[in-house]
């Protein structure tokens, strides 16, 4: 059974490296933008952002911070939709530019917050950052290329059954196999959102307390 699974995953890697590639350095392209965003904004709008997280900092070293659980809900409930969004579209043939384009901003928006922290806090913010970003997008980076890429290949198969007709290859057993990804992805997704909301708030008092 192990064989026949690492089998699968092999085939799936060479199937689709093409994708994997393109998918990877398109998030890595916005993780880059996101940084380079940072260094667009003005003083006044840096200033409100920088006050913005350090209420919240403040917050976070007093213990004033959400239910653990209730942290993990709406974590868990933020992927979930991003990964179903994703899955969605990747059933069409129309969601394929999307999914590029949630890929991308989503590597914006991690690239903005490490890149802003770094900035304004010099190594502090990094700090604070491998502690409150890096930890679960360790699991949610590889996660949501994983989710895109496997979104991309299946919608090139709808158009290629599509507009050509000599292509007679099944759409349901591939269809299983996709949503059975998305399936596995989800439980990466559960434990990245147990780290964030169980273990992230503590190291943060931890890196905060050591930077205060």
Sequence with gaps: MKNGIGASIAYHLEDNRSIYIFTTVLFLMGIIFGAVVVNSLGLTQKH???MYLSQ???QVSEGQFANSAAMFSQ???HYAKYVGLMWILGLSIVGLPIILILLFLKGVAMGFTVGF???QMGMSGFALSFVSVMPQNFILVPAFIIVGTT???FSLKMIRN???KKNNEPIFPQFLNYSLVILVIGALLSAASAFEAYVTPGLMRVVLSWVA
Excluded: P, R
């Design 48 to 50: 409100d952002l920088y």
């Design 56 to 58: 919240f900092f403040g």
């Design 75 to 77: 974590s868990f409930a």
């Design 117 to 119: 922290l770094v900035n």
């Design 151 to 153: 979104a991309v290949a």
């Design 162 to 164: 599509q507009f050509i």
